[in-house]
Every structure is written in structure tokens, then in C-alpha cells.
């Protein structure tokens, strides 16, 4: 096989990144390979699908296959894509280069499981309702997209409700130079299968362990969070939060402010005295909180939650489109607020992805097609009517209303009080 390594990535050969309902991809930003089901096949079969083969091949053969497209699509705008970043990390932290971990990969693309990373969602179990998540990925959301679907109209097919909760079978052997291990959901630190797979886990000193969770719980039936992790090589705990106070608590469901900076404050004391534990926080942005950036920001520097703000990761909400920012005729005002903002960011970390989500929204196609595989930036011509529905739905379902931060939305909530 000739190699032109200029479109390739260390990601697809070792790496497997899994989703509750059967769903896989070659990354967190990659399109759905589509012809895998890990509902019906392994993990360790499921690696080597026909279109997981084919990417394989095409990455070797410096083709663009459309399952990465978004990472081409954001090195042909001149922003850092993920492939670079995990081509950078697996050569700067592991050792790993892209020939290491092709040098086995047969003719058709096959290649025997020896994964590096896992990135594994195995559980749609959840303790809390965000609102721009759904069924797939919380529990939660079962009984208001059922009333949701039923209001509206909609088939209410109960195969698209189902509590997801299933070892994704993965052999010993594959795992055995596994270095980082990526579990999400669902809520990682509510569903038991997570716990269960943990424990398997034999050579927890060689691995470096990413817990995503929205840190409302420290310990879980006969689990102590702390003391079932502890003896990997390293813990980060990856928090979500969408916002603080009222707001955050509008946002999301099942969120207390209150008790959230208690949990903070307990595993400040804990990283103190165990350096193995530390902490990161993810801010999902949306339409919801896309001017509440830097206030989170701010609050997180005065309560101390942060050493650096190299701990915050922005990651802005594409799907659902009806969230997604770019679709609500704000560019402007979203350029000026994150462009003016730009200065109280001390790390080149989080500067960075700030410019990338500032790229994405001056250099958005709005014209592309959502029912087309080629949109990969959550570009709707409906969405504002769809937000104006899930909204007033949502509202009422859940007795809320819009928080005084949000009244620059009432705009596109039509025939509502907010």
C-alpha cells in the first residue's frame, strides 16, 4: 500500500468511541460510521466494519473521506482541527506516531483491536433533563419526548424510548496497552455499568481515566467515587455545566447550584492531598447561554474552582440545530461579544478554541443542507420555528420560564408570555 500520510489520523486505528444506542464513531467529532451496531455486534468485531476499513484506507491514501469532514472543513478555514490536536497529543504525550499505529493495517484497512484509547458511552442512564440533550443520552427526557411527540403529533414508537445499560464487549487482549480510558453517558456517575467495567480492569496504573459527569454525586450505591478510582494512574473529572445559578438551574434539569460548588469544594480538598485526581470543566455553549460565557468564566476565577483557565473546555451545541447559535440571525452581536472578550483569557488553551468557535461562526455555509450528510455544522433554515415549539413545551411541561438573563430569546418564542 502506497502511504500519503497528509490526511491521516492516529484516531481511527486506535481508538474506538462508542454510544448508547448502537451508534459509533471514529471520534467525538467525526460523522456516524454508519454500518456499525454495537447493539448486534462487539466492540472488538465492530472495529473492523466494511466503512471503518474504508476510512482506514482512504486516510492512508490521503483521501478526504466524508466521515471526517468536519476536522478537513476546519483546517481548510485555518483553525486547529481535533485530528491535529490528537496527532500532536499522541506523539507529545504517548510517544505514538501515526506510523506506529498503522504498521500493521492490512491491505483492506483491517486491523486487529489494540486500542490505545477508548471513548465509551455505555449507559443512556441519567440523573439530570439538560435541554439540549434528549433520550439518547438521559433517561430523563423519556416521559417529556413521549408527551412531546404525542402533542405534536408525532408516531410514538417506544423503541425510541429505551433505558440503555450494556457491557460493549471488549476482549482483555485489546485492552492491553490501553493508556487513556473516555467514559460519558448518560450520567458516568449514576449508571452502574460504568463502575462494573471499571473494576475488570486489571492494569488501572497504566491507564489515565476521563470521567465525564455532571459531579451531582460522590458516591453510588455501594461505590465511593474516590475510593473505586484512586488506583488508576490518573483521574480527571470532566464536569459539564451549561451555566451558574438560576440560570444553569434553567438550563439543566436537575442542577443545584448550591450543591454543586459543595461537590467542588470537597474535591478541591481531596486534589490537595492526591494528586492523582484533578478536574476540568466543559461548557457547552447554545443559544441558551452563548452571552454567558465570560460571566461563567469570571465566577469560576473568583470561587476559585479553576488554577488556570486551561481547565475550561468550550464546546458549542451544533446538533440539535434548533440551539445551535448560528441559527437564530445573531452573528454579529455573538462575534462582538466573544471577539471583546477575547483579553480576559489568560491560556492559549482556551484562547484558542474561543478563535475556532469564532472561525466557525464567520465562516459557516448557511446555505448548506441539513438532510444532507455534507451539513456538518448544524445549519437549519427551521430552526428558530422548532426552538419557538420545544420552548413553549418545555416551559410548560416543566414549569419554568425564562430567567431574566434570557430575554434577548423571547424574540423567537412566538405566542408566549416567556
Not at 282 to 293: C, D, K, M, P
Amino acid at each position: 500500500m502506497n502511504k500519503d500520510l497528509k490526511k491521516a489520523c492516529v484516531l481511527p486505528f486506535s481508538l474506538f468511541n462508542a454510544y448508547p444506542h448502537g451508534i459509533a464513531r471514529a471520534c467525538p467529532m467525526s460523522d456516524i460510521i454508519k454500518d456499525i451496531d454495537t447493539t448486534k455486534t462487539s466492540v472488538d468485531e465492530s472495529f473492523n466494519s466494511n466503512d471503518y476499513k474504508k476510512l482506514r484506507t482512504d486516510m492512508l491514501n490521503g483521501i478526504e473521506n466524508d466521515i471526517c469532514k468536519s476536522c478537513y472543513n476546519m483546517e481548510k478555514w485555518g483553525s486547529e482541527s481535533y485530528r491535529e490536536m490528537a496527532n500532536y497529543a499522541y506523539l507529545n504525550d504517548l510517544n505514538i506516531t501515526i506510523e506506529d499505529v498503522i504498521k500493521d493495517v492490512e491491505e483492506d484497512g483491517f486491523k486487529n483491536p489494540n486500542f490505545i484509547k477508548l471513548d465509551l458511552r455505555p449507559s443512556n442512564i441519567c440523573n439530570f433533563k439538560c435541554r439540549t440533550c434528549s433520550s439518547d443520552y438521559s433517561t430523563k427526557w423519556i416521559e417529556e419526548e413521549k408527551a412531546y411527540d404525542e402533542e405534536m403529533g408525532f408516531s410514538n414508537d417506544d423503541k425510541n424510548y429505551e433505558v440503555i445499560s450494556k457491557p460493549f464487549g471488549i476482549s482483555t487482549d485489546s485492552i492491553k496497552n490501553l493508556k487513556e480510558i473516555y467514559i460519558a453517558g448518560g450520567e458516568s456517575l449514576y449508571m452502574e455499568e460504568m463502575y462494573k467495567f471499571l473494576e475488570t480492569i486489571k492494569n488501572k496504573g497504566d491507564i489515565k481515566l476521563s470521567v465525564h459527569t455532571n459531579f451531582s454525586i460522590l458516591k453510588f450505591k455501594k461505590y465511593d467515587v474516590f475510593k473505586l478510582l484512586k488506583d488508576f494512574r490518573q483521574t480527571i473529572f470532566f464536569i459539564s455545566i451549561d451555566g451558574t445559578e438560576e440560570l444553569g438551574e434553567y438550563i439543566r434539569t436537575g442542577f443545584n447550584w448550591k450543591d454543586f460548588c459543595k461537590n467542588i469544594e470537597i474535591l478541591l480538598e481531596i486534589e490537595k492531598v492526591n494528586s492523582k485526581f484533578n478536574h476540568q470543566f466543559h461548557f457547552t455553549s447554545s443559544i441558551l447561554n452563548i452571552f454567558h460565557f465570560y460571566d461563567f468564566l469570571s465566577l469560576m476565577k473568583q470561587k476559585k474552582f479553576i488554577k488556570s483557565d486551561e481547565q475550561i473546555h468550550f464546546f458549542p451545541v451544533r446538533w440539535p440545530t434548533w440551539y445551535n447559535s448560528i441559527n437564530f440571525d445573531m452573528k454579529d452581536e455573538i462575534l462582538k461579544y466573544y471577539k471583546d472578550g477575547l483579553d480576559m483569557i489568560e491560556s492559549d488553551f482556551l484562547k484558542d478554541q474561543i478563535k475556532n468557535f469564532i472561525n466557525y461562526v464567520d465562516n459557516v455555509d448557511m446555505k448548506q443542507d441539513m438532510k444532507k450528510s455534507s451539513n456538518v455544522d448544524g445549519v437549519e433554515s427551521n430552526a428558530q420555528e422548532l426552538f419557538s415549539k420545544v420552548t413553549k413545551f418545555g416551559n410548560k411541561f416543566n414549569k419554568t420560564k425564562l430567567p431574566k438573563e434570557l430575554t434577548y430569546l423571547k424574540k423567537f418564542i412566538k405566542d408566549t408570555n416567556g
